[in-house]
Nanobody, 128 residues
Framework: QVQLVESGGGLVQAGDSLRLSCAAS????????MGWFRQPPGKEREFVAT???????????YYADSVKGRFSIARDKTINTIYLQMNNLEAGDTAVYYC??????????????????WGQGTQVTVSS
């Protein structure tokens, strides 16, 4: 199991930027990818972005269509930490954001079941 701790959430206005961080510890070798999911109020958890620990300098990031061009995922392998840079935030981005770690395959890359470890979540609220 991988222990994940998110930070960086908060209350911002539409159009603002925010950066989330997620520090991983424990059995990090059991995960070859890490990702961000979010759960808007009253809705199911949904995929946001994922990145591989390998995959060259970029880690082969992959994004949900709803955040493509606005959000950017990155990783720092030296400190087992991933980041989610969120720009031009919209009211629809309001959600609890969760960090995840796992060994997803292509078909589960953007699904909850592709990841075996989860953080406690951090609230992001965007006011319009």
């Amino acid at each position: 199991q991988v222990q994940l701790v998110e930070s960086g959430g908060g209350l911002v206005q539409a159009g603002d930027s925010l950066r989330l961080s997620c520090a991983a510890s424990g059995s990090t070798s059991t995960a070859h990818a890490m990702g961000w999911f979010r759960q808007p109020p009253g809705k199911e958890r949904e995929f946001v972005a994922t990145i591989r620990w390998s995959g060259g300098s970029t880690g082969n990031p992959y994004y949900a269509d709803s955040v493509k061009g606005r959000f950017s995922i990155a990783r720092d392998k030296t400190i087992n930490t991933i980041y989610l840079q969120m720009n031009n935030l919209e009211a629809g981005d309001t959600a609890v954001y969760y960090c995840a770690a796992g060994r997803p395959i292509t078909s589960t890359l953007a699904t909850v079941r592709g990841y075996h470890s989860w953080g406690q979540g951090t609230q992001v609220t965007v006011s319009s």
